[in-house]
């Protein structure tokens, strides 16, 4: 039975280091690019929650000074549509809940102003 041997080279061996340092880098740089991530969504949610609420707020006093003629739900519904119609040209998605939500959230501050 002949015994295998390993011929190592100083070349293999800071080849294999070579190999191993790119992968190390590689999973830091992939570690870095979820942390800025979850950093770019943390931060963008955050800023177009205030956006959402300032534009249910811009939309519901558009909707109770435009359309007094109209009845509630007629006025949600054009506030709606003012929001979606603003999202659409900034290019941020919201859902129905969330729209009716700040529309809601402007009229219980609207009473309780008064």
Known sequence: ???ATFDISVRDVLLMGLELGLFVLLVVLYRWKLKALGYYRTTMSVRQREWLNLIGREAFHYAERAFTHYDGPAKLNEA???VLERSDQQGVEVTYPEIRAVIEKAKAEMVLSK
């Open 80 to 82: 709606v549509k003012y």
């Open 1 to 3: 039975m002949e015994s």
